[in-house]
T-cell receptor, first 115, second 116 residues
Framework: QQQVKQSPQSLIVQKGGISIINCAYENTAFDYFPWYQQFPGKGPALLIAIRPDVSEKKEGRFTISFNKSAKQFSLHIMDSQPGDSATYFCAAVGRLYNQGGKLIFGQGTELSVKP | DTEVTQTPKHLVMGMTNKKSLKCEQHMGHRAMYWYKQKAKKPPELMFVYSYEKLSINESVPSRFSPECPNSSLLNLHLHALQPEDSALYLC???????????????FGQGTRLTVV
C-alpha cells in the first residue's frame, strides 16, 4: 500500500517531442504528489507538484495530469529538449502528523532526448 | 532561497574511520531528513527529524548516527562502515504541517561516499 509504481523505466524521445511518464499509487492517504528531476551526481530537484483536488497543473513545458479515481498521475514534458535528459522520479507524500512528510518514490524513469 | 547545502561533496573513508556528513538549510524548515541513494535507484529514507527531535529511524544500522544540533543543521556521523554503504547521501528539508497535508521537500546536492 505504500508503493508508487512508475513506468517506463527508460524513455527515448526526439527533440521537440512529448515525453510522458506514468505513476500509480494505492494508498488513498497520500495527498501530495511531487515530481523530481535528477541529473547524474546531483540531488533531486523539485520540478512540479500537485494535490489530488486538482486534475491538472501546468508550469511551462511541464504538466501533471491527476486521475484521483484511478489513483494515477502522469508527467508530460512538451517540446522535449536535450537538456531535459535526466532521471525523473514521481513521489507521493505519506503524511506524518506535525512531522512533515515522508516521500515514497517511484522507481524512476531515465529520459534521453535525442537532438 | 530554497537551498540545502551539504558538505563534503565527496568522501572516501576506510572501514575503521569515523567521519561526519553535514547539512544546512536557512529556509526555516523544521523537518529535516537523511536519504541514501544507490546508483539507478530512488532515494531511500533513513531518518526524519522534526523540531530537532528524531521522529523516524527506518531501521538504519547503528553505524549511522544522526544528530540535529539546531533547527538549521543536520549531521550524520559515520563509524565502522562497510563497502556496501557506499552511496549518495542526501539531506532534505521541508515545512512541518500541523494539518494533515503533505508538503514539498528540498534536497541538497548530496555527499558521494565511498567506503574502502
Amino acid at each position: 500500500q505504500q508503493q508508487v509504481k512508475q513506468s517506463p523505466q527508460s524513455l527515448i524521445v526526439q527533440k521537440g517531442g512529448i515525453s510522458i511518464i506514468n505513476c500509480a499509487y494505492e494508498n488513498t492517504a497520500f495527498d501530495y504528489f511531487p515530481w523530481y528531476q535528477q541529473f547524474p551526481g546531483k540531488g533531486p530537484a523539485l520540478l512540479i507538484a500537485i494535490r489530488p483536488d486538482v486534475s491538472e497543473k501546468k508550469e511551462g513545458r511541464f504538466t501533471i495530469s491527476f486521475n484521483k479515481s484511478a489513483k494515477q498521475f502522469s508527467l508530460h514534458i512538451m517540446d522535449s529538449q536535450p537538456g531535459d535528459s535526466a532521471t525523473y522520479f514521481c513521489a507521493a507524500v505519506g503524511r506524518l502528523y506535525n512531522q512533515g512528510g515522508k516521500l515514497i518514490f517511484g522507481q524512476g524513469t531515465e529520459l534521453s532526448v535525442k537532438p | 532561497d530554497t537551498e540545502v547545502t551539504q558538505t563534503p561533496k565527496h568522501l572516501v573513508m576506510g572501514m575503521t574511520n569515523k567521519k561526519s556528513l553535514k547539512c544546512e538549510q536557512h529556509m526555516g524548515h523544521r523537518a529535516m531528513y537523511w536519504y541514501k541513494q544507490k546508483a539507478k535507484k530512488p532515494p531511500e529514507l533513513m531518518f526524519v527529524y522534526s523540531y530537532e527531535k528524531l521522529s523516524i529511524n527506518e531501521s538504519v544500522p547503528s553505524r549511522f548516527s544522526p544528530e540535529c544540533p539546531n533547527s538549521s543543521l543536520l549531521n550524520l556521523h559515520l563509524h565502522a562502515l562497510q563497502p556496501e554503504d557506499s552511496a549518495l547521501y542526501l539531506c532534505a528539508s521541508s515545512q512541518v504541517t500541523g494539518a494533515l497535508r503533505g508538503t514539498e521537500a528540498f534536497f541538497g546536492q548530496g555527499t558521494r561516499l565511498t567506503v574502502v
